[in-house]
């Protein structure tokens, strides 16, 4: 009764009763592979949430604090306001660690759930025409993903991420013509500068988020109008939608999959430590130590910059260090071949005259599908190699050795994967008719020579499903 | 509805009312944990784990078996306007533009001082930082520099036995990360790791820059067996007795090595600055 009453009381105000049915209405196609684009939603949801909370505690100041809190081991040593801060919300905070973590690990799969989302996109051809637009918000979302995964990871001000944004200011004064300026900027003077702590809180925790905020609702409002793309089968036509609608099976549906993500998070967030930034220490320009890795997703990155030669352009008395190859040439690269891939693959396959709603299997794609696993086997060495020194030691061999076989690895592997991915997608192709497709007519396909010398078409055996 | 749907439809209520109330007993084990225990990060992350799972499963439950499962069919419409919807925009925006290209001075003119506003908005993003100038080319060493460890000590000729070595920074300026250096005792006798650089290595001791001269970090570990210095970030190695070649890594160029004296105390003092910028390279180091 009450509903009622408030429904024509917005309906008479907005007049919104058609719109809001229609949306009500909108068929969602069943796919596992389509909730990954959801769990990096829900992700982003949880880090708003944790992300608050930390921000009522957090002091992103560079000042010179002697600590004297309730961690022992550090009683008496002097640190920056910001690191003396995480502590705080670490030991001294009710449920400050718990947030802290949960906050640490979303972003961790956050990042994952991205490009898990847009391998599914790749494989299944879901960036062709018309959905050109949202393929490149999305890279777009990745790269701010990235982006707001570092400034954060760069806060706490500890040995680790101190180290880490030295790297940074290395690579970003490697640019040719405008990189010193553009560290000098950003960080407010020569490394460590004193602004670079207050800036990249504002960037992470204002500037970027906004940024996705936007991008998001860009992204879902453009698959809104879009539709979903779904796999051919049954009853599924280019021109139609078959599936759950959104109200209310898919609604409850998603609710359960946000409760279960951010119960996943919880548990990681209680359960498993993640960047004890109290065993690091605070940060002091003079040490590092091996072992010295960045979160998961710049963990390519790092191996570039390990795995590349010692090349650099001296020329006229002007030079482009060896960090640009690595760190500012290779990432750019990777994202503009991204932004461009809808429309490379368009021009070969001139498949964006026609839009497309029914998604691609993988391995009617060879040639597609090859070159994303060698792109993603190519990327996972460089990971690899961003813990060269870890794997050295794990395997005691030496770490000179480790490298000069990555370099190799480098390119071998990306093209055994990208060779036998094509020979597989082939393989499958030839056992199995494309769902949705008509079977071949029975008869006439099939020519047997008898014993007697003659010939004769036979029907093909009933295929077991 | 036949009975055996009825019997299903009972047990999955169940099922879903006992998610809820897991919820509930999880949540009031976070009040407990939360006010009597005074937090407990473990107890904190596994009860709110239990208590988002049970919400989540009863939802899951929800959509599976209570709610319609279709499928449900919706046509998808035609994505580009008709051409009539087109021409109708085109007629209609054609109101402004044909208003403008017949005052294409105007235009013009104001193109002119969008720019000019525009580029005036950007002065301010100057104030961010101090203008490079050659900060990048200097250190805080001076001539006659006094040489001191990371607690300020000064640091003399039998500070190192031989093979040993040390972080060291010029008096006044320790913790300065451009100037940071890493000395190394190599011999008791005067070492000479380059040609011209006769005097810089007394009674065996070389200071290197300990800026790695491929991405920053901090050269900080010392071979010694090997006479080597290794950069922990990216693995590049220098070779100690040749000037600090690079000899493995990514790094191109040699670390800068800081020429030494020793005074009438006995203690190390520097000759100079560096006589080349330190860290990593940058378009106009060479100038």
């Known amino acids: 009764m009450i509903v009622k009453r408030l429904v024509r009381w917005f309906d008479q105000r907005l007049g919104a009763a058609r719109f809001v049915r229609t949306a009500l209405n909108k068929v969602f196609p069943d796919h596992w592979s389509f909730m990954l684009g959801e769990l990096a939603l829900y992700c982003f949801v949880i880090l708003i949430l944790t992300g608050v909370y930390l921000t009522f505690f957090f002091t992103p100041g560079t000042k010179e604090v002697v600590y004297h809190g309730s961690y022992a081991p550090l009683r008496g040593v002097s640190m920056s306001q910001a690191y003396e801060s995480v502590l705080r919300i670490s030991f001294d905070v009710r449920a400050g660690l718990v947030m802290r973590q949960i906050h640490h690990w979303a972003a961790l799969i956050f990042v994952g759930a991205i490009i898990a989302h847009l391998m599914r996109i790749f494989f299944t051809g879901a960036f062709r025409r018309p959905r050109e637009l949202n393929w490149m918000i999305g890279v777009t979302l990745l790269v701010l993903a990235i982006a707001n995964g570092f400034t954060g990871y760069s806060l706490p001000d500890d ?7 030295r790297i940074a200011y290395s690579v970003v004064i490697s640019v040719p013509v405008v990189g010193v ?63 759950a609608r959104l109200w209310p099976t898919f609604t409850a549906k998603t609710i359960g999959l946000f409760f279960f993500v951010f119960a996943a998070c919880a548990a990681l967030g209680g359960l498993a430590q993640i960047n004890p930034v109290w065993i690091w220490g605070p940060f002091q320009p003079a040490a590092v130590s091996a072992g010295s890795q960045p979160d998961w997703y710049v963990g390519w990155l790092e191996g570039s910059l390990r795995l590349f030669p010692a090349w650099e352009i001296r020329a006229f008395g002007h030079e482009i260090p060896n960090p640009f ?60 190699a961003g813990g060269n020194d870890v794997l050295a030691s794990r395997f005691s061999v030496s770490v000179n050795l480790i490298t000069n076989i990555l370099r190799v690895a480098l ?10 991915t094509y020979r597989l997608c082939k393989e499958l192709a030839a056992r ?20 007697e010398g003659g010939y004769v078409d036979v029907e093909e055996p009933a295929r077991t499903p | 509805m036949n009975e055996n749907d009825d019997v299903q439809e009972r047990k999955v209520t169940n099922r879903i009312a006992i998610g809820f109330a897991i919820t509930t007993v999880a ?15 473990q107890l904190e992350g596994s009860l709110l784990a239990v208590a988002l799972g ?43 533009e044909g208003w403008l290209s017949r005052r294409g001075f105007l235009v013009k003119m104001l193109g002119v001082a969008a720019g000019a506003i525009g580029l005036a908005a950007l002065f301010p993003i100057a ?24 607690q300020g000590e000064a640091v003399g000729v039998d500070t190192l036995s031989v093979g040993g070595a040390l972080t060291v920074f010029p008096q006044g300026h320790v913790d300065v990360e451009d100037s940071q250096t890493i000395l190394i005792r190599l011999s008791h006798d005067d070492v000479v790791t380059k040609p011209g650089r006769e005097l810089w290595g007394p009674q065996g001791y070389v200071g290197y820059s300990k800026v790695c001269t491929h991405a920053g970090c901090p050269v900080g570990l010392y071979q010694q067996q090997f006479k080597k210095l290794l950069c922990p970030c990216h693995q590049s190695t220098f070779s100690v007795p040749d000037g600090a070649e690079p000899v493995f890594g990514p790094a191109t160029r040699s670390l800068p090595q800081l020429p030494l004296m020793v005074d009438d105390e006995g203690l190390l003092r520097a000759r100079s600055d560096y006589t080349e910028p330190v860290g990593p390279g940058f378009w106009n180091r060479g100038t």
Do not use: C
């Not at chain 1, 040995?159 to 944004?165: A, D, I, K, W």
């Not at chain 2, 069919?73 to 209609?92: G, K, W």
């Open chain 1, 181 to 243: 300026w553009t560290a000098f900027l950003i960080f407010g003077g020569e490394f460590p500068g004193n602004e670079v702590l207050t800036r990249f809180f504002v960037i992470h925790i204002l500037i970027v988020p906004v940024a996705i905020a936007v991008l998001l609702g860009a992204h879902l409002a453009i698959l809104v109008r879009q539709k979903h793309t779904q796999f051919q089968g049954r009853a599924r036509k280019e021109r139609n939608v078959v599936g």
């Open chain 1, 411 to 420: 390119f071998v592997i990306p093209t055994v994967a990208g060779v036998m």
């Open chain 2, 54 to 96: 049970g919400l989540g499963y009863g939802f899951v439950q929800v959509a599976k078996y209570l709610l319609p499962q279709g499928p449900y069919v919706e046509e998808r419409e035609t994505l580009p306007s008709s051409s009539e919807d087109n021409a109708a925009f085109a007629a209609d925006f054609e109101r402004g």
């Open chain 1, 325 to 384: 190859f690595s760190g500012v040439l290779l990432p750019g690269i990777t994202f503009m071949l991204l932004y461009a891939w809808p429309f490379l693959e368009g021009r070969f396959t001139k498949e964006n005259r026609e839009e497309h709603h029914l998604l691609d299997r993988p391995r009617d794609r060879p040639v597609r599908t090859a070159i994303g696993v060698a792109a993603l086997a190519f990327y996972a060495v460089l990971f690899v």
């Open chain 1, 432 to 451: 199995s008719p494309t769902p949705g497709e008509p079977e071949p007519p029975p008869g006439g396909e099939l020519v047997v020579r008898t014993e």
């Open chain 1, 159 to 165: 040995q680790l991420s101190g180290t880490g944004l």
């Open chain 2, 27 to 41: 949540s009031l084990g976070l009040a407990v944990v939360y006010f009597v225990l005074g937090g407990q990060e």
């Open chain 2, 127 to 150: 104030s961010l930082g101090p203008n490079p100038d050659r900060q990048l080319f200097r250190t805080k060493w001076r001539r006659g520099s006094l040489v001191v460890d990371e």
